[in-house]
């Protein structure tokens, strides 16, 4: 059965119920609504590294990136980090509370272009939420896709998030490398120390036939692009998702405009090609 | 063979049209107050004034609300309410005497609101309005619309006066509701003959005579794309103060921001929108307090860049319509147009007015 999933009015959220929510650290926590409208709820779809506005009413709307993946149907996840007024609300959620949801926007990762190739994947911080949406994605259709190495640094060990999967899940799923560092470790961390980049020294990456996806803090993109440039990748197979502030995300409300990108509707994914030819981009 | 039907009014009639339009419109028109003229809504013929050269702000405001009300939250009901409706007056609403520029400006606010998502906000209000619009046939102060080519209208309108001799208008019909318009007072139209269009071709001709060019449109955006470093935008950033008056009062900025407003009673919440402008400091600024555009300089630019790079990309064609309004708002003196001709001159790869330089 098809149903129609597009509103009347764009910018009417549609209601969803905080179903279950899960403290990953101190300031980051996962949260797993579903819509209130069944059928919305049955048939609504969305692209990794799509995003979604969440409305806290009241308080405001904000954008956040889709954490879960289509391929395993069910609640809509969203990695949260507490940052400012929606945020702090949002983490005041307790299951069962209603807010408003509306989307999915954005372009999402090029799923079609990365078909058949190796996939490098380097995340800093909460950058793995819209990333894990791709990495469980491409377990899931697994023969789509060639090797997977994921690289992700976090500032210290209790600051990495969905520690489970990335400690038992993705190592044991085919094909695939995962390999972490934190700026800083305490006494109980065995693995690297050190920048992100400092993964590059220690992993051999080919980047014959590979695609390179991004996401972190804007600081890391200049690091991790260098080294994957030093690597021979092109320019238009390194992928990163930009962060701006949004009020309509859907191309009216113009405070994501990059250059002359909308980051809403023409990103939030870009390919290096096109940032460094954008004013301001990182 | 289907001849497109045009019409001639007296200019004295045109207030009785207005008039009788009165019973089932909102009607606003230019008006003067003290020495500037605005768009204001008006209950007698007798206010409006059509021989204005530009109003202070723009017709933006009567489509796209300074303030708006987009939605109520019940949070005992948990229940949204679209406001839509309420929003919209309930009377149509008919605008008299809109100049070519400012069609244009509607036509890009068009382009904005419609496209993949629909902004129902602006549509239904741009559904529920008539247009007369006005030729100019002479320059306003700080216009420079033929330069940028929307001294001329197509499309947009309802019905478009052109001032022709004998104290008339020449009237195009661009729409039904233009249409509706004319048969709300058929007596008085007249079709026009072979002499009227002669009296329109002449007033045509006075007006293209009239309007200067000023500057080049045809390396505009290569122009930006090679300027950023310019240090023209230093130079004049350094007396941009920031105000946002020039977004303010502009037909094509459309920028706004969302705010949620909790009730006294504190039982609901309604989602406003407003409009904002990439002049105010915290326009681009994001997590970990980064500013994107933190000088002052780097904002002005910014706003140059969208209209007359980014909307290109975006939209297809700039977002100025030449109407000047910036240039009088500006409290520094700053001339938009003098701006991009100076761009022009310190870039041009393509040949300029004065014949290449
Ligand atoms: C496409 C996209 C996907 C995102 N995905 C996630 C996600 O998965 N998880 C997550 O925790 N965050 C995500 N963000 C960032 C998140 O939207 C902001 O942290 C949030 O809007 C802050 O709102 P606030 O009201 O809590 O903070 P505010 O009180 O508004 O401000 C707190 C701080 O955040 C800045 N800020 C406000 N809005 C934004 C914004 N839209 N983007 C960046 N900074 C902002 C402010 O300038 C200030 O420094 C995403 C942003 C974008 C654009
Ligand atoms: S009106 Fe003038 S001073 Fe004010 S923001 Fe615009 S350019 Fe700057
Ligand atoms: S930028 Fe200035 S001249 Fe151009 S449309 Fe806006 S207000 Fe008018
Ligand atoms: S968020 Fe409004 S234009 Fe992108």
């Given amino acids: ?282 | 063979m289907v001849i497109m039907q045009n019409y001639v009014i007296k200019k004295e009639d045109l207030n009785k049209l207005v008039e009788r339009a009165l019973d089932d419109y909102d009607v606003y028109a230019p008006v003067q107050k003290k020495s500037i003229h605005v768009y204001d809504q008006i209950s007698d013929p007798a206010s409006m004034d059509l021989n204005y050269g530009q109003t202070m702000t723009s017709a933006k405001k009567l489509f796209n609300p300074p303030v708006e009300n987009m939605m109520t939250f019940d949070f005992d009901k948990k229940e949204i309410k679209d406001r839509l409706e309420d929003t919209i007056p309930e009377t149509p609403s008919l605008i008299v005497g809109l100049h070519a520029c400012d069609i244009n400006g509607l036509l890009f606010l068009d382009r904005v609101y419609g496209g993949e998502y629909d902004d129902l906000y602006y549509q239904k209000r741009r559904e529920k309005t008539t247009i007369i619009g006005l030729n100019c046939l002479e320059s306003c102060e700080s216009g420079f619309c033929r330069s940028v080519n929307t001294h001329i209208v197509l499309e947009g309108y309802d019905l478009f006066l052109t001032p022709i001799e004998d104290e008339r208008y020449y009237v195009n019909v661009g729409s039904p509701k233009g249409d509706r318009l004319i048969t709300l007072a058929p007596d008085l139209f007249e079709e026009a003959t072979e002499d009227d269009v002669d009296a329109f071709r002449k007033s045509l001709q006075k007006k293209h005579e009239s309007l200067p060019v000023e500057f080049h449109l045809d390396n505009l955006t290569e122009t930006l794309d090679m300027a950023w470093d310019d240090p023209i935008w230093e130079e004049i950033g350094e007396d941009c103060m920031n105000c946002g008056s020039c977004a303010l009062v502009c037909p094509t900025c459309y920028c706004f921001d969302v705010v949620d407003e909790v009730g006294l009673d504190l039982k609901e919440s309604t989602r406003k929108r407003k409009w904002d402008t990439c002049l105010y400091y915290d326009f681009a600024l994001v997590a970990g307090n980064h500013n994107f555009r933190e000088e002052p300089e780097a904002r002005l630019k910014y706003r140059f860049y969208h209209k007359m790079r980014g909307a290109v990309h975006d939209q297809g064609i700039i977002a100025c319509t030449g109407c000047g309004r910036c240039i009088d708002a500006c409290p520094a003196g700053i001339s938009f147009l003098d701006v991009l001709a100076q761009l022009q001159k310190n870039w041009a790869s393509a040949p300029t007015i004065e014949g290449g330089n």
């Fill in chain 1, 1 to 282: 059965m098809q149903v129609e999933v597009k509103r009347e009015n764009e910018y009417i959220p549609n209601l969803a119920v905080l179903k279950n929510r899960t403290d990953m650290t101190e300031l980051e926590t996962l949260f797993e609504f579903e819509f209130k409208d069944k059928d919305l709820q049955d048939h609504f779809s969305y692209k990794p590294g799509q995003f979604i506005q969440l409305s806290m009413f009241g308080i405001g709307e904000a954008p956040f990136s889709i954490s879960s993946t289509p391929t395993r149907p069910g609640t809509i996840e969203l990695g949260i980090r507490r940052a400012g007024d929606v945020t702090e609300a949002i983490h005041r959620l307790e299951p069962g509370d209603v807010v408003g949801l509306r989307g999915p926007y954005g372009n999402g990762f090029p799923l079609e272009k990365m078909k058949g190739k190796d996939i490098l994947i380097v995340a800093g911080g909460i950058g793995l939420v819209p990333l894990r949406s791709v990495i469980n994605y491409i377990i899931d259709e697994r023969d789509d896709f060639g090797h997977m190495t994921l690289f992700y640094g976090a500032c210290l060990p209790e600051e990495r998030i969905f520690v489970d999967e990335l400690e038992n899940d993705w190592p044991s799923a085919p094909d695939v490398d995962v390999l972490q560092t934190v700026d800083e470790c305490h006494d109980t961390w065995m693995g690297n120390v050190g920048v992100v980049t400092t993964l590059f020294d220690k992993y051999e990456v080919d980047s014959e036939n590979t695609v390179a996806l991004i996401c972190g803090p804007p600081v890391m993109y200049r690091f991790v692009v260098k080294e994957l440039l030093d690597l021979d990748f092109r320019r238009d197979e390194i992928y990163m998702s930009l962060e701006r502030r949004m009020k309509c995300g859907v191309g009216k409300c113009a405070h994501c405009q990059v250059g002359h990108k909308l980051v809403c509707k023409d990103g939030p994914v870009f390919t290096y090609f096109e940032v460094q030819r954008l004013q301001e981009a990182i």
